[in-house]
């Protein structure tokens, strides 16, 4: 019988199909397979490992032995997969013991090699792996990186220098994160804290040699100032408000002295980071006088000012509050009704005198804060 | 010579588990563990214990009911709470519970040892 030319390329085309289906079937299979072959391995190793690693800690086993049984596995990745969440707890002698640890190994060279491989996705983990042991000694490596165009390459480098804690690349990564646009301002502030409470040192140093009351004594100091004052194509305010905003997320309470000084003359976006950095802070400076910015044209320096008054609780203060109840804007007058509702029995009798007044944005907001006081 | 004081840990994670109980050993506490909820329960209201790290997600038994257990009858147990950054409803459960601190993972081991140092009012 000869079969329709027709129907027979249909059933070479099925069968064709089939036999694609079950190859892609069978790698799958074979994948999960592998997979979960290479995990009962690395569970078995890693129960091993345990031991080895806390004996190694506790001081049962010499540098020499511990590391001889991680090099005997012959896989970085799964060591470091290992003691990643370990390095990242641990501190003082614990971590140098542990980085020590991975130095003798061998695991350090292997991602500092990774470093050049030619797979971003082995780059950029080398970049991390490297900054998590605060490997000093790829800063230069991890700059080149930071500079490079690749947006993967550029974070990757950022983390790395971040979590190595090395200051001396701080100002080099503000300055990269900032002029990246695929980089948020929070982004770019979230991977500099990374850095830790030094680079606080080095924000408040800056500071205060712009504010004229210290001088800007080491190289990163002194590019944190040229930052300060516009040396590059970023407009100093971003840098303010970045640097300020780290500030306050560390609750760095030494640097409240430059802060008060720098809003004097700041303009409006700092100042309004100052005012976020003292409510952070949870303090202002002594002495600082909040009047000047409870009057201020910006709606957002007023709105603050309302709620970082009550570090101060200057009575002189209480009529601006009061003013400030007929604000144009909501959020400045609820803010102004909050302060003057915590400002004890005087606070309450005003707005409780609003209320009753006038029928304006000040009773409204009066009598809307009493009763969420009531309620709570 | 002071008595060595007996802290039980509650962490069904092996390694979080091991490391707590590395770091504190090095700090001269003595340590009681346990990786799931009835046993920490057990443990805690049977043993004489100082102080209770417990983690919230544990089999069996998970660290809130524990908490609400130990406070109901050791209502001055020191009592902290560990648990993942991305779960902020446990934070409020434990501490409206009576935790008296809370950790997130992953959190820095010197940390844990100051915040239990400062509750045996040993800092």
Redesign the interface.
Known sequence: MIMDPYLYILVQIIFVIAGLTILFLLAIVLLRLFHSLGEKRYRQMTEDW?DVF?GY??GELTLEEAAAVFKKANSYPWMWRFLA??I?????D?FDQAKLLCRQAGLIDYYKKRLHHRSVTQKALAARTLGSLRCRESTSDLLAMLHSKNPIFILAAAQGLAASGDTSAFAQTTRTLLNHTFFTFEGAAEILSRFGVESCKAITAALEAKTGSGTAENPVEKSLLDHLHGKDSIEPYVYYSLYIDLLGNFRYREALPALGKLARFADQETMVHILKAFLRIGEMPPGFDIKPFLKHDYWVVRSFAAQVWKYSRDQEALPLLENLLSDPYWWVRYHAARALSEAGQNGKTLLKRKTTESAGAAADISRYILELNEVN | MEKQKLILIAEDD???N??IT??LG?EGFKVRSTSDGKEALKAALEEDIDAAIIDVMMPFLDGIQVLKRIRAEKPQLPVIILTVKSRGEDIHKALELGADQYMTK?????ELVKSLKSLLGEL
């Open positions: 345990e806390f800690l506790q969440p370990y990242r707890s641990l501190d003082g614990d | 092996p390694s979080v091991r490391l590395f770091k090095k992953p959190f820095q081991t010197a």
